[in-house]
């Protein structure tokens, strides 16, 4: 399960490094919010914040790159 999600995170990552700088990719960080839940919250760059479910921080680096790249850019 969890080489799915690093699959899907390298391929997004692919797009991510084209809009960044490698200290905004250093930065940006996911913390687990809820035990048990799965709760993650991701904080990217320039105050990007996406908070939601995922089966594992890779699925949760994935969904706050995602989220960044279609609603936190410009």
Known sequence: MHSFCRSILKECMKDVRKHTTVEERKRAYVMEVSLGHKSYAFYGPEDFYW?????????????????WMRYGRD
């Open 51 to 67: 908070y939601g479910q995922a089966c594992c921080a890779w699925h949760a680096r994935f969904n706050g790159w995602h989220a």
